[in-house]
């Protein structure tokens, strides 16, 4: 057996946890039946909502915060470092971790799943197995979220010179959300344009519009949450790899990012044809990058030995130094172009020439970022970058609101009004902030700088 997931199965699933938890579920579904006895649908039916509920606050919040935990409690009893050094192998770390540090979460969350099991086969309901398959790979996409944002929040606070903590690290996801949320609902975003498939898939009922064919709900929901589940467990065993000082290969964040763009662009298919498609396709991996920006740590020499082997042209060694952003832009500006070429002949579109004056403007962001978060005080780098683009839209579209109404603004957003003005301003921008930064990296490093590292093996 993993000895990481058995460590957490002694610490999690301790009899006496486990009896506890046992004592409190039989009140709970005790108490359900006798409010349910005289249910006209059936105690049964009544119990599988109950189960429901309980799967959903203990495989989905009880295991994610308890699959977050297992990381940041090994950092506040200072043992993290003595397992980093251990012969566990990444994915033995990963997995042991994820299913042990929730292992009583889900015991508890199965109580509920076998209910909604058992009524389901009584109904006869078809939908049972994908409502089942949906629900489970919710709570593991839930919890590889959590602690892959524990690993990101520990690999921050390194660089920082801080302490990851558990309330930073959740107050962190939900900033973040909020505003990645708030930047997708935005004018230079469309308005959401095109993204609204995320949210109506949770929701549909009957059939999907995916692809340009019409999928049933139930079964679509439940293989799409599962293909992302997936890979939110890749992403947790790439981060672990790099808190085991591994380096990891250029190749998976950007197989990600196409299976992203093609997800979302199945969504408009139908209605905005291939050109549309890639539009909204370039939407959701420009989204990426800005959280790309923000998770990323800042590291000063690792910018400076990939801007040294991009000069010398060795792709070979700059490459898995290429900070996370790039590869979400990289993708982001030829989805736009082939988006470009797909329309050629045809009206281009206000959105889609909207969506080429936000890479420009996606181009001068990332650099504002990086400019704020490598000063001399990088733990308010996060914030003074959001305060920084608030500025930058919020006060510069106030400017060219009044000056000119649209195509005032549009010096300062990516708006469709004139997105040739947006575009040309956008470059302009971008090129000031990234000689900023170039200034702020400073000069080139030593050679004997560049190759620095403890790599043990690249995957």
Not at 25 to 32: F, N
Not at 219 to 238: C, D, S
Not at 270 to 293: F, I, K, M, Q
């Amino acid at each position: 057996m993993n000895p990481e997931f058995q460590r957490n199965l002694w610490l999690e699933a301790a009899p006496r946890r486990v009896a506890w938890a046992a004592i409190t579920l039989v009140m709970i579904y005790g108490a359900a039946i006798m409010v349910l006895r005289n249910n006209p649908y059936g105690a049964l039916t009544g119990l599988a909502g109950v189960g429901a509920v309980v799967f959903v606050a203990c495989g989905m919040v009880w295991g994610a915060r308890a699959a977050g935990s297992s990381i940041l409690n090994e950092i506040a009893d200072r043992t993290w470092d003595f397992q980093r050094l251990s012969a566990l192998d990444p994915w033995a770390m990963t997995w042991g971790k994820l299913a042990g540090g929730a292992s009583l979460a889900w015991m508890c969350a199965l109580t509920g799943l076998v209910l909604m099991a058992v009524a389901g086969l009584q109904r006869g309901d078809s939908g049972t197995l994908s409502t089942l398959t949906f629900f489970v790979a919710l709570a593991v996409l839930l919890q590889a979220v959590s602690m892959a944002a524990a690993l990101i929040g520990v690999r921050k606070a390194r660089a920082e010179g801080r302490t990851a903590r558990a309330g930073g690290v959740l107050g962190g996801l939900i900033v973040g959300g909020v505003l990645l949320s708030w930047v997708a609902g935005s004018a230079g975003f469309q308005r959401g344009a095109g993204l609204e498939g995320f949210s109506a898939m949770l929701g549909a009922k009957g059939l999907i519009d995916w692809g340009g064919t019409y999928w049933p709900a139930d079964g679509f929901r439940a293989v799409a949450v599962t293909l992302f589940a997936g890979w939110a467990v890749i992403g947790a065993w790439r981060l672990m790899r790099l808190e085991l000082q591994m380096q990891n290969a250029p190749i998976v964040w950007p197989a990600f990012l196409v299976f992203l763009a093609v997800f979302a662009g199945g969504f408009v298919l139908r209605d905005g044809g291939l050109a549309g498609a890639l539009t909204t396709g370039a939407l959701a991996v420009a989204l990426s990058a800005y959280a790309a920006a923000f998770a990323e740590p800042a590291d000063r020499v690792r910018m400076r030995q990939f801007r040294q082997h991009v000069q010398a042209r060795d792709l070979a060694r700059a490459a898995p130094l290429a900070p996370a952003p790039l590869a979400p832009l990289i993708l982001a500006t030829l989805l736009v172009l082939l988006a470009f070429a797909a329309s050629a002949g045809d009206f281009v579109g206000p959105g889609l020439a909207q969506a080429g004056a936000l890479i420009a403007f996606l181009l001068r962001d990332l650099a504002v970022i990086a400019l704020c978060r490598l000063g001399e005080r990088p733990q308010r780098g996060d914030f003074a970058a959001v305060v920084a683009l608030a500025v930058l839209y919020g006060v510069g579209g106030i400017v060219g609101w009044s000056v000119d109404r649209d195509t005032g603004a549009a010096l300062f957003a990516p708006l469709g009004a004139a997105p040739l003005l947006s575009l040309a301003s956008g470059l302009v921008q971008a090129a000031i902030a990234w000689g900023l930064v170039a200034r702020r990296l400073g000069p080139r490093p030593f050679s004997a700088e560049v190759g620095t590292g403890s790599a043990k093996k690249m995957v």
